[in-house]
């Protein structure tokens, strides 16, 4: 890593049940529908049943996040990466831990986001504008579904982004 730290700016829109009523990006329901139809008994997926090339429109912008959690407190990496994100952050942070990467006075808010999503186990969907100073001016939505290898303990995130200029660069 450089030493270069992106910050986060973001509102939260939705979460839990509300989501699907919410979601007026296709990528997004395309992304909501094969993730609920990985449940099984009412258990929440785990990382073994998402195959990202079963929704190959979706995986330039997925994002799966690695969970751990530490004592009391959580951590987040960057598992997977699509080129698309990738792209448009003109930067690959795959392996990185959220706090190698992201500026500490925003980072809180954040987490916060991502905490509540492994705490309760329901997905969300914010408006979030583009971490990076030079391209702050850049929103996207963020549709964050949780992923449980026990079907219950949330261990990794599935993260897709679509931004609202859809896929220009």
Same mark, same amino acid.
């Given at each position: 890593? @450089?030493?270069?730290?992106?910050? &986060?700016?973001? %509102?939260?829109?939705? #979460?839990?049940?509300?989501?699907? %009523?919410? &979601?007026?990006?296709?990528?997004?329901?395309?992304?909501?529908?094969?993730?609920?139809?990985?449940?099984? #008994?009412?258990?929440?997926?785990?990382?073994?049943?998402? !195959?990202?090339?079963?929704?190959?429109?979706?995986?330039?912008?997925?994002?799966?996040? !690695?969970?751990?959690?530490?004592?009391?407190?959580?951590?987040?990496?960057? +598992?997977?990466?699509? /080129?698309?994100?990738?792209? +448009?952050?003109? +930067?690959?942070?795959?392996? @990185?831990?959220? !706090?190698?990467?992201?500026?500490?006075?925003?980072?809180?808010? =954040?987490?916060?986001?991502?905490?509540?999503?492994?705490? /309760?186990?329901?997905?969300?969907?914010?408006?979030?504008?583009?971490?990076?100073?030079?391209?702050?001016?850049?929103?996207?939505?963020?549709?964050?579904?949780?992923?449980?290898?026990?079907? @219950?303990?949330? !261990?990794?995130?599935?993260?897709?982004?679509?931004?609202?200029? =859809?896929?220009?660069?």
């Amino acid at each position: 890593m @450089s030493g270069f730290k992106w910050g &986060l700016a973001k %509102s939260f829109m939705c #979460e839990g049940d509300d989501i699907w %009523s919410r &979601l007026r990006s296709p990528l997004h329901q395309e992304a909501y529908r094969y993730w609920r139809s990985k449940f099984s #008994e009412g258990l929440l997926p785990g990382r073994d049943a998402i !195959d990202p090339l079963e929704v190959p429109s979706v995986l330039p912008w997925l994002n799966l996040v !690695d969970v751990l959690k530490d004592g009391d407190q959580y951590r987040f990496r960057h +598992r997977l990466i699509g /080129t698309g994100i990738v792209g +448009r952050y003109g +930067r690959d942070a795959t392996g @990185s831990w959220f !706090d190698d990467v992201y500026e500490p006075e925003l980072l809180g808010e =954040h987490l916060h986001d991502y905490v509540e999503l492994v705490t /309760t186990a329901r997905p969300n969907l914010s408006q979030v504008a583009m971490p990076i100073p030079e391209k702050n001016f850049i929103s996207y939505q963020r549709l964050a579904l949780p992923l449980a290898t026990d079907g @219950s303990n949330i !261990d990794m995130i599935m993260v897709v982004i679509d931004f609202d200029d =859809h896929g220009a660069a």
